[in-house]
């Protein structure tokens, strides 16, 4: 999977005053993202996958599939707390031309370890392509520990884990022990450089869909060995960053996207459209990336 080593973006899904999904604006996004980015993860959280149904998945998907002008590596996302429900919907989708898998931890019923590591195992054998594990404590009230994503990490198509649980020392554990082709992915923006650091492949982006080509400097940086060049790239984030989430992701980001005429800032409920406060926070910091 070494396809997969630098920026994914994990795309959001544009959408019109209808709230439905805006396909001129996703091509637009589709073009713009490819100039900095090494490949598209569809359907993951900042796609709003929770408020889209079957159908629109599965339309988002081919219509990315038909517009990845550069053929970039494509990741999608099927995941759930539902371990039947989520073998189903791998195995009744449609998966041709996608390069891997993106399946979340189980979320609001808190399984153990134990449960977590079976669940994963699971959905592995039920899957054909390579699965990437994503864990979110934020999102699913429970922790992917370092120990059960190195169990996992020894079956043959667990290839990584997009690392979001903010934890230095546990993505630390997991670089050290783990087999050599794991990948290790940073679900932080802002702990882009510090995972590349320490042996890890890079990172699946939120503010990525706005700001690509930052991550592609870093990552040229960073592996020309200009260590302070990828420094000041990469602290050119830290202002912008909080005010993605300050609202819910991907509130901010869409926004981001609207000032440069990407895409509208619209979003589905429960979600709703960025105050005036926080549009003036991010049209502030906006301004040092123009």
């Not at 709230?19 to 959280?45: C, S």
């Not at 706005?210 to 830290?238: D, M, W, Y």
């Amino acid at each position: 999977m070494k396809s997969l080593y630098g920026t994914g973006v994990a795309l959001v899904t544009p959408m019109n005053d209808k709230k439905e999904i805006d396909f001129k604006a996703l091509k637009r996004l589709l073009n713009y993202t490819a100039t900095g980015v090494d490949y598209y993860v569809v359907m993951g959280t900042t796609g709003e996958s929770a408020t889209l149904s079957k159908e629109e998945k599965k339309s988002v998907l081919a219509f990315v599939l038909a517009n990845n002008r550069k053929k970039l590596p494509i990741v999608y996302g099927i995941g759930g707390n539902n371990t039947q429900q989520v073998i189903d919907e791998i195995k009744s989708t449609d998966l041709k031309g996608v390069d891997a898998l993106l399946s979340v931890s189980p979320y609001y019923n808190k399984p153990s370890q134990e449960g977590i590591y079976q669940h994963f195992k699971a959905v592995a054998k039920a899957s054909q392509l390579p699965v990437i594990l994503y864990n979110v404590p934020g999102r699913t009230a429970s922790n992917l520990t370092a120990e059960t994503t190195l169990r996992l990490a020894n079956i043959k198509n667990i290839v990584g884990i997009k690392e979001a649980s903010g934890n230095l020392e546990q993505c630390m554990k997991i670089a050290k022990e783990k087999p050599a082709d794991f990948m290790l992915i940073s679900g932080d923006d802002l702990l882009t450089l510090p995972i590349y650091s320490i042996g890890g492949f890079g990172v699946i982006s939120v503010l990525a869909n706005a700001l690509p080509k930052v991550f592609l400097k870093v990552k040229e940086n960073f592996l020309a060995g200009k260590l302070l060049n990828a420094q000041a790239e990469h602290f050119t984030l830290l202002d912008i960053n909080a005010p993605m989430y300050e609202e819910g992701n991907p509130v901010g980001v869409k926004y981001l996207l609207s000032l440069k005429g990407i895409c509208d800032p619209f979003v589905r409920m429960p979600l709703m459209e960025a105050s005036s406060n926080l549009k003036k926070k991010i049209t502030l910091y906006s301004k040092s990336f123009k």
